[in-house]
């Protein structure tokens, strides 16, 4: 997955709290066997009216101010629910690379950063100035360093956030679970070399 290391983008303000993941992306949808195709899907249920293809003006991401937002500003617990991939493979193919929050679920935040997306926890009311700015200044943006654990606009913002040291280096080096493991994998080939050969299956 691509690295992340610093990006600057649009905001999008999605003030809701306890989002869940069937929100995110409804059950209807998980019949696929793809982990790709999920963004025209994701938010379904608020973001079209029954039909399913008129768009809801109502929700706060039709708002054609957010188009082409790479960054969501939301409320507390978001991804709560079921423990579905899906929610993140579904926000990622939507355009967002990072997530601003009072709090996550554990689950929804791991499987973020399995999908090399960066999920930012602030205090409730330095998500509720974010928010403010981007329901109110026509384009705002924000630049998030994970290098630096830094986020600032040009407005006078600027916050700083904790991250796991282990998921800042995974992020930085656009590592998956897969990609870490094969990071030690000259140990591993030396430790099977000393594997006695009647421990080898052939």
Same mark, same amino acid.
């Given at each position: ?6 990006h600057?983008?649009?905001v *999008?303000a999605?003030d ?5 993941t069937d929100q995110i992306?409804?059950?209807?949808f ?5 982990r790709?195709g999920?963004g025209p899907f ?7 009216f ?6 809801n003006p109502?929700?706060e991401?039709n708002?054609?101010r957010y188009?082409?937002?790479t960054?969501?500003?939301?409320g507390?617990?978001f ?9 993140a493979w *579904?926000l990622?193919e939507y355009?967002?690379l990072?997530?601003?929050?009072p709090s996550f679920?554990?689950?929804?935040a791991?499987?973020?950063v399995?999908?090399?997306?960066l999920t ?5 009311d330095?998500v509720?100035?974010?928010t ?5 200044i026509?384009?705002?943006?924000i ?12 407005q006078g ?5 904790a &991250?796991?040291?282990? &998921?800042?280096?995974?992020l ?6 897969v990609?870490l493991?094969l ?7 030396a430790f ?6 009647w421990?080898?299956?052939?």
């Amino acid at each position: 997955m691509e690295p992340f290391v610093k990006h600057s983008g649009k905001v *999008a303000a999605l003030d809701r709290v306890n989002v869940d993941t069937d929100q995110i992306i409804p059950k209807q949808f998980l019949k696929r066997i793809e982990r790709t195709g999920y963004g025209p899907f994701a938010f379904f249920d608020w973001r079209y009216f029954e039909d399913g293809t008129t768009p809801n003006p109502d929700f706060e991401l039709n708002d054609a101010r957010y188009d082409g937002a790479t960054i969501l500003v939301t409320g507390r617990n978001f991804g709560c629910g079921s423990s579905r991939e899906h929610a993140a493979w *579904a926000l990622k193919e939507y355009g967002f690379l990072a997530i601003i929050a009072p709090s996550f679920a554990d689950i929804f935040a791991n499987n973020a950063v399995e999908n090399g997306m960066l999920t930012v926890v602030l205090p409730p009311d330095d998500v509720a100035e974010l928010t403010r700015r981007a329901q109110t200044i026509d384009g705002y943006q924000i630049t998030v360093d994970l290098a630096n654990t830094t986020i600032q606009d040009n407005q006078g913002f600027t916050a700083t956030f904790a &991250v796991d040291p282990t &998921v800042q280096h995974r992020l930085l080096h656009g590592l998956d679970a897969v990609g870490l493991t094969l990071q030690q994998e000259a140990a591993i080939a030396a430790f099977e070399e000393r594997r006695p050969a009647w421990l080898t299956v052939s």
